[in-house]
């Protein structure tokens, strides 16, 4: 069984269309990381968020840490065909060395 | 400058072979990663080295054997290659709270 799960496992759009991709689990991480991987390459890091409730914005992209640090979202607005890719989580627990990754997301934005 | 760099970025060979992927990181971290990502694309950590020492050893067949030689590089070596080893091996840095990850080298085996 996964630690972080996340859903949807797959999602198309048209660009210019809103999307949220959600990272749950029941344990409760001391932070949790987005990544963006495209093909052939390694996942590149999106953010870290670290307190429960936190808001991060990164130009169209908008995470949110739960409260209770179990679970985070990833909001898209206005999906362009350049944020097509797989999209990961991921979070710490007390050891910071250890990371567990999500099931992953992929996103096809269709212009 | 590749910040994380693997060698080879492809990698086909028969079973039973034995082969080395080298990963090498410019980035002064002190902890280094091996991941295997399988055709779902789940990321799976496999073994972390801090400064050299073993710290993350994960349940995985002792055919597979990491070597950090410095700090700034860490090598995976697999022995009486399998199937099942075919998949996307990443190696990855961190300074301690997110990771920076190399390009990936596709192991297949035939």
């Known amino acids: 069984t996964q630690l972080l799960e996340q859903s949807p496992q797959f999602l198309s759009i048209q660009e210019g269309e809103n999307l949220t991709v959600y990272c749950n689990s029941s344990?409760?991480?001391?932070?949790l990381q987005w990544y963006r991987q495209e093909p052939g390459e390694g996942p590149v890091l999106l953010v870290t968020?670290?307190?429960?409730?936190e808001v991060k914005k990164l130009k169209r992209l908008t995470f949110q840490f739960g409260d209770a640090r179990k679970d985070s979202s990833l909001h898209i607005t206005a999906a362009q065909p350049g944020d097509t890719g797989l999209y990961l989580c991921?979070?710490?627990?007390?050891?910071?060395?250890?990371?567990?990754f999500g099931s992953g997301t992929k996103l096809n934005v269709k212009p | 400058d590749t910040a994380v760099s693997q060698t080879p970025k492809y990698l086909v060979t028969q079973m039973g072979n034995d082969k080395s992927i080298k990963c090498e990181q410019n980035?002064?971290?002190?902890?280094m990663y091996w991941y295997k990502q399988d055709s779902k694309k789940f990321l799976k950590i496999m073994f972390s080295?801090?400064?050299?020492?073993?710290?993350i050893n994960e349940t995985v067949p002792n055919r597979f054997s990491p070597k950090s030689p410095d700090k700034a590089h860490l090598n995976l070596h697999i022995n009486s290659l399998e199937l099942g080893d075919s998949a996307v091996y990443f190696c990855?840095?961190?300074?301690?709270?997110?990771?920076?990850f190399g390009p990936g080298t596709r192991l297949t085996v035939l």
């Open positions: 968020v670290v307190t429960g409730g």
């Open positions: 990855a840095s961190s300074p301690g709270l997110v990771q920076f």
């Open positions: 991921a979070g710490a627990r007390d050891n910071f060395n250890k990371f567990y």
């Open positions: 080295y801090n400064n050299k020492e073993l710290i």
């Open positions: 980035l002064g971290h002190d902890t």
């Open positions: 344990s409760v991480f001391s932070s």
